[in-house]
């Protein structure tokens, strides 16, 4: 008999799967041009920022390798070494997107505090470099705003770590745009005091990132409200008297579900079986869930489960 819970989710990790290499392959052509453009408008403008820009911007080149990877590895079956998938590779994805965020903005800081440090090193910009950069800085944000359009769409967690990844070169961009006004204006000092602060931002943002991803790496359980759609979702089904002891840990962006199902301690095996079928199919047919391992308990009446 055909498993409805696993046809169910093997279209959705393939509708997923489409999606995200879609919106990572937008990225990449947006991000090519946007490179090669500012390195080129930025020697031709005698513009440091905007070279830098540039250079930042083909970090998210690497950045989108590692989704198209990540992506691609997560796709495989189970196999014997993987006995519940590849999921997690979105999570080891999600914890090199955060590194490169956390690298990108101590990286920042330093140059920042270079240029603070030695302020004639700063050329005069050519007021050219200034339109490059406001390019560059609505092309990011609506980068972003795609991007993480499409990764609340399908949940996937290693997506949104990209989107904003995005976003901190948009935040960059704006440091190069306040950067060029200020040497226009004669406040050459504006570019560095700026950019440490983005770095700064974008460094947390990369902490963050990388130790969420690492914390699911570990095992984390599933949010509260996940938790308790599955539990409603067991407790529906004909034939469940109750459940407990139910662990929850992630796997990329599924679930895997353990739980104790207290059953009428009346019934045969074979009935016991199907309600525990029927649990696993409902679960994983409802909710973002790859697999469930139940445990039937018998159930007498009043007090508590005979175990």
Known sequence: MENNGNKHNDN???????????STLVSVVVNVFLSFFQIM???????????????????????????????KKSRKPSDSDHHY??????????????????????????????????PQTIPDVHIAALWMALIALVAKELLFRYMLAVAKRIQSSLLIANAWHARS???????VAVGIVGNLLGYPWLDPVAAMVVGVLIAR?????AADALHDLMDRSADADAEAEI?????????????HDMKTRKMGDMILVDVHIEVNGELSVR?????????????????????????????????????
């Not at 959705?12 to 879609?22: G, I, P, T």
């Not at 020697?43 to 989704?67: E, N």
């Open 12 to 22: 959705e990790y393939h509708n997923r799967s489409l999606a995200a290499r879609k």
């Open 41 to 71: 408008m930025g020697f031709f403008s005698s513009s440091q920022g905007l070279i830098a820009d540039g250079i930042h911007s083909l970090s998210d080149l690497a950045a989108d390798f590692v989704v198209l990877t990540a992506n």
């Open 85 to 118: 998938g590849h999921g997690r590779y979105e999570n080891g994805g999600s914890l090199i997107i955060g590194a490169i965020l956390f690298f990108v903005g101590a990286g920042m800081v330093w140059s920042a505090g270079g240029k603070l440090l030695h």
């Open 169 to 175: 070169d948009a935040a960059s961009s704006v440091v």
């Open 205 to 209: 943002m990369g902490y963050a990132f």
């Open 231 to 243: 539990k409603a979702t067991i407790l529906a089904i004909p034939g469940v008297a109750g459940l």
């Open 271 to 307: 009935e016991g079986h199907d309600i525990a079928v029927a649990v696993r199919e409902a679960v994983m047919k409802r909710n973002s869930v790859l697999d469930v391992m139940t445990h039937i308990d018998p159930y007498q009446g009043e007090g508590v489960p005979v175990c």
